[in-house]
C-alpha cells in the first residue's frame, strides 16, 4: 500500500478522461484548485485549466494569484486529499483511471 500511495502521483490526472476529470474537478473548491496548481508543472497546470469552464478558470487563476507564496506542506495536504479523492471516485466506478495502452471503443 505504501508503495501504492507513492507511484500513485498528481500526474494521475493525465491518465483520467477528459468528462472524469472534469466531474472530478466539479467537487473541488476552487481555492483548493488553486493550491493544488502551486509548484507544478505547466502541463499539469494546463490540463486542470483545460477542464474546468472560462468562467471558473479566471476565479481559479484569481485564487492562485491571491494566495501567493505557501507553505510546502499545505501543498501536499491538499494533494493527498486530491489523491485520496480520486481513489474515491476510482473505487465508486465514478471516474476511470486509463493503463498506458487503454483506449475507448465506440
Known amino acids: 500500500e505504501d508503495l501504492e500511495k507513492r507511484l500513485f502521483t498528481t500526474d494521475v490526472i493525465f491518465r483520467i478522461p477528459g468528462k472524469d476529470l472534469q466531474k472530478l474537478l466539479h467537487g473541488i ?8 496548481l502551486k509548484g507544478k508543472k505547466t502541463e499539469f497546470k494546463d490540463r486542470i ?9 479566471e476565479l481559479i487563476k484569481e485564487e492562485f494569484k491571491g494566495i501567493g507564496r ?3 506542506s499545505e501543498v501536499e495536504e491538499i ?23 487503454d483506449e475507448f471503443i465506440e
Not at 473548491?29 to 493544488?36: G, H, N, Q, T
Request: proline residues 0%; hydrophobic residues 40%.
Open 70 to 72: 505557501i507553505l510546502k
Open 29 to 36: 473548491k476552487d481555492r483548493e484548485i488553486a493550491v493544488l
Open 49 to 57: 485549466m483545460e477542464h474546468v469552464s472560462a468562467r471558473r478558470g
Open 79 to 101: 494533494d493527498m486529499e486530491f489523491l485520496n479523492t480520486i481513489r474515491q471516485l476510482v473505487n465508486k466506478k465514478e471516474i476511470t483511471i486509463l493503463e498506458e495502452n
